[in-house]
């Protein structure tokens, strides 16, 4: 038995139906090429659009079929970077955080698949209005920026309103899938596949300090929070409603729920982060991952774990099912 | 095909591996036994502990077989209220929000079944010192009193404990879970079986205001919130740690982040607050429902609601495999 394919196999030509989240700073090239090699499809991290890094990036990913994705809010200050990073002809551009509008035609244009992730039954509404190719239904367990909503309940809510207003659409499920299970589950909830974050911010190809992979080894699902002080130490001007999920540590410990002092203090505390930050330190600064760490035990190759998520969601669904284990 | 047989279904002796949430106030007799008829298993909410609205709802239940929760921090207080439901001769007690450690032999010698509902991994491992029979893995997306992990990455991190720990305590999972797509889910990540609140409180034995069943059939997944004004609004002294699921209303509106506002003046807003609750008013007092609440379109008989979620797990899990539909 293999996992039946999906649409979004078919539309991605994959053998896995597994995205890699375009994660800034940690979703390089590198990691992206590993996980579309694997039979999945990665994508690039655009981040808070550094020219020269995505140029970087998209030769490191060395003519493997890819994508990239972008913090719409932070694109529509430097909408140029989407011209320049259309030339690699990248497969597929994931929007998230912002509205979708103003880039979706260029997108289009260029030959790529225009991928929507939502935190809200309103994101939904805005992707379904832009015709979006895919929606990434994103749930609270997510590492790195998001919002409220649950995985669980969001997915097929989700599944629901593109059945009647959207059929063609594809959907993703993300937040807290770091495995076989979570895809089964994905599966189960009318997803069409996974976008993972943080089990590939834990493979080895992903751009994070050793500091860091270490810290995530050592903490359950319960050691992340949701807060808006990283981007406050970072003075990075995040719209209200999204929060980050970061690791629970010193920092956290320290400004968490004392946002106004932060901002007080960011004078000092900014180069202070991000000093901590560039050293790996797993303490004094923001640490990005999602609750998925309590599922994480090792720091591996991407295209193991992209090959094992999909054999361990066969085995999840052969149980289940009375077959052969 | 149909549902594998879950440990826990045969523990229960049960068709359907699905528990009614043991809802203070909404989950009376008529409920429980109505899911237990059904060929679940129905669980009596023991709430804040009224010892006569209890001896009615027992009365209720008709000599079907159920079982009973509490809220275990308020059962403290009381704890002689233990020993008179036990005289029910309850299948299962369940124990939530507080150290089960002061009533498990009692429920034991009563030849009653243990189960721990748990938040984080801390509550876990209590549960797993206690023996528990059954855990509940219970996600913030749930209505009413709960915590912060979310339900699709909790479930596989429970059920990576027990399986090291205690691989004989069956795993329940909760929060957002109102359809077949979310037991197929649950079975996947790892569960026996489910936990519905939500789905439950919607069906029409529940005892539910019908001003607030009609505000869950208005609202969707995203009309919900996370806050504590509901429990300083009734002067019910929760422990720290937890927060009520509610629906976003006027009260809410008013109220949440204003905890401090809403403190001082409980004097006039404890009285208001009751008054309309007991009024069913869906916009001046807490509605109690989870974001689960965008899966839900009908205030129907539990029975059906049972059944179809268990048929409905079945089909979902045939799709996946390639079977028949």
Same mark, same amino acid.
């Given at each position: ?13 994959? !053998? ?28 690039? &991290? ?22 990239? &994705? ?45 991928? %929507?992730? %939502? ?7 805005? #992707? ?62 009318? #997803? ?21 992979? &270490? ?10 929070? !949701? ?51 560039? #050293? ?35 085995? %999840? ?9």
């Amino acid at each position: 038995m293999t996992l039946p394919t999906t649409r979004l196999m078919q539309v991605f030509d994959l !053998r896995h139906p597994v995205l890699s989240a375009p994660m800034a700073f940690a979703g390089g090239g590198a990691l992206a090429a590993a996980v579309s090699r694997a039979g999945g499809l990665g994508l690039i &991290g655009g981040g808070y659009g550094d020219p020269a890094w995505l140029e970087e990036q998209f030769a490191l990913a060395d003519g493997e079929r890819v994508g990239v &994705g972008f913090i719409t809010w932070s694109l529509r200050k430097s909408p140029a970077l989407l011209t320049d990073v259309l030339r690699h002809r990248p497969v597929a551009v994931m929007l998230s955080f912002g509205d979708p509008r103003p880039f979706v035609d260029e997108i289009r244009a260029a030959g790529a698949r225009v991928i %929507c992730q %939502c935190q809200d039954m309103g994101h939904v509404m805005d #992707a379904v209005e832009v015709r979006a190719d895919v929606i990434v239904a994103q749930g609270a367990e997510a590492g790195g920026h998001g919002a409220s909503r649950g995985t669980m309940s969001f997915v097929p809510e989700v599944a629901d309103h593109l059945s009647r207003h959207a059929p063609e659409t594809l959907l993703l499920a993300a937040g807290g899938i770091a495995d076989g299970r979570g895809l089964a589950a994905a599966l189960m909830l009318g #997803a069409d596949g996974v976008l993972m974050g943080t089990r590939l911010w834990a493979a080895r190809e992903a751009l994070v300090q050793p500091g860091h992979h &270490g810290a995530i080894l050592e903490t359950d699902g319960d050691g992340t929070v !949701r807060t808006t002080i990283a981007d406050i130490a970072r003075q990075i001007p995040w719209p209200r409603g999204f929060t980050a999920r970061i690791r629970r540590n010193a920092f956290t410990e320290r400004w968490h729920g004392r946002e106004a002092a932060l901002q007080t203090a960011v004078a000092t505390e900014a180069p202070r982060y991000r000093q901590a930050f560039a #050293a790996g330190d797993p303490e004094q600064t923001g640490v990005w991952f999602g609750e998925a760490a309590g599922l994480i035990h090792a720091i591996e190759p991407a295209a193991d774990i992209v090959t094992r998520v999909s054999s361990e969601a066969v085995r %999840c669904l052969e149980r289940a099912t009375g077959g052969r284990s």
